[in-house]
DNA sequence: TAGATTGTTAATCGATTAACAATC
DNA sequence: TAGATTGTTAATCGATTAACAATC
């Protein structure tokens, strides 16, 4: 049966894989709930539910191994083994993608980037090679790769959407500000920075607000 | 007073800003909440509700003023005005951000890019200079910058968050995978990558399972 | 008027937190 | 044993949805 799980426990888990590794690194062996906890400011109780879910049981007194831990939490996400996906858009934050190399922690692996720009075409982008999106289909279904990023112009994400779909692509890394028109089976992901900036702006602003009130 | 509005409403101000600007682009000049409802996938009532915490008041039968609403959401969010921002981190997602045409969309305006790598230092990144670090104190205080965008590697990310701090920043962007120790009167907003792909990764393993069940 | 739409109140649902039992 | 910690069940809280009233 497939485990069913929150979206909001399923953003913490990544963040306890980070503060696991750093613990890894420096030698310790095994951790608490409540380490976790102080670490990460999320509740105790949350913590020992969100850890249940990858199926480990941890030691009373004791806690949890760290190792164990790490490889739980990796194998539940799937990102034990290396994952392939094409990157569409070779511009500013395209490029910035491909040469971010902290997607290797989460065992993504950006195989090759596609434009439609030929003054792009044929150059290297941080060691990956950029080819024209007329080749998507083609090679996605080659190196059978499921996930796509977008990094296209808005203007531009809906008609890329499509490529990638029809390219067998079944799950969309959305960096644009657009809404995709998702065919059921495809999982569209999005990075909304716009959202993530209007939560900034209103508690800077409450902030503020609450030194000088009007 | 201050309102009182959930993130999930804030994070979902944006998508409905960014849909009536596309309407408002097409001459359309009224809109109803069934309208922007099927257009984003939000039921009905939620949008309403979004919609009142902004102030503004539709006509039964007719619908809100395309124009009034995109002002109101605007004002609503602070980005009715620019505001200034201080960038660290003139790596790959940094020149990134800062030539990202888009945030003039959300009325930020990223005023000056800081880094400590001398050869990055002097060199204009898409017609913002590039500045030492040593700097960012007396530039974010002189221009009365409040938020500072985070895109330094993972490893500097505490060290950084201080020197923020120490320049008068109110509120962080933090695109890095670090947790910040935040003093309690600080705004840490994370774009956390990692937890964004970690939905994406659960949600297509579940997809490919369906297909083929263990 | 009738119908479409807004606005609001009540019900539901899900996630978080609190309380407690189990265990080493 | 006593105490610390895990694991689970119950209570709370907040966001979403459904139902309904108001209005043009």
Redesign the pocket.
Known sequence: MVQAI????LRRLPQYLRFLRGMSAKGREVV???HISEALGV????V??D??VTGI????????GVGELIAAIESFLGWSNTTDAVLVGAGNLGSALIGYEGFRDYGLNIVAAFDNDSAKIGRALHGREVFHVDRLRDLAIRLSVNIGILAVPAEAARATCELLVDAGIRAIWNFTPAQLETPAELVVENVNLASSLAVLSNRLNAALNREKPV
Do not use: D, F, N, W
């Open positions: 929150s979206v909001q426990a608490s709930c409540r509740e105790q109780t949350l020992r539910k850890i249940a049981v941890g030691r009373p007194k004791v806690g949890y």
